[in-house]
């Protein structure tokens, strides 16, 4: 006698496709897809921008999104600077800018002389100078610039501001991406937190195409738990001590019985009797306030 089961294998568990389950992972699922054939043209799009913003100065732009955990451990640790961007393309929103001293201090560097100079001990840097922090609300600012005229051919970016609360933003609501900035023998990164709407719709969440198309097939045999309610009735212990002892105790069927699924009751119907055997038919819907 052989038994069907809905386990998936441990060796077949690897090639299968994640399905996002709520309508924010949804929605973010779509977005990173489109951001990661996006993500070239942008990267293209900020090395030409930041390279009037850096005169003299030779490097490429590398971007990847960032998968995992991990950021705001990073964000709390000491020698951070957050920045956001308020952005009014393609709606009212915030992105988010993010690096360590030293980064900071080298796109200074960058910025005014055109020569990085040695890096300074974090421990040794509590502040940072007027001139760091507006080279990098500038850095920030025309990035987004760059990218809103990609993917929208219209720019809206206001300047940058210091955040206090160094969290990191809410998951699902942005891509955070990795930035690099190539130079001859160094590299500069920081990260990027892009709001979804710079990918996908306000009010996209169709799950069709928010993920590659999953396999649900086999989701028809999936069980799950039923019951149907047929009668309900208070009784006393003196009741239930008489019952206990052989006593019989008479019930009433409902007019309407319910069908709960787990906790959750569903559908109202009628029971009858079919083929020797009880059945259930749904009559109603359970309709909320």
Known sequence: MTTCSSII???LASACQPFALTLDQRRFSKALLVAKQRLPELAQAVEIELGRLLHDVEFSIDMNLCHGTGLDSWLAEPGRLLLQCPVLVPTDSYCFFALDFTGVHHLADLALGGQLSKVVQLEDKTELSASELRVCSRVAQRQLLAMQQLLFKEQSVLPASAVKQQLEPAQ???LPVKVRMLLDSDAISWYLWLPLSFFVDQDDSNSSVAVPAANVAQWPQVPVLCRIEMARKKVSLR?????LNGAVLPIELHSAMSLQLNKERLF???VAEEANSLVFQITDIVTRE
Do not use: N
């Open 239 to 243: 009741q239930l001590r008489e019952c």
């Open 9 to 11: 294998p441990a060796a």
């Open 172 to 174: 699902f609501q942005y």
């Open 268 to 270: 109202f119907g009628k």
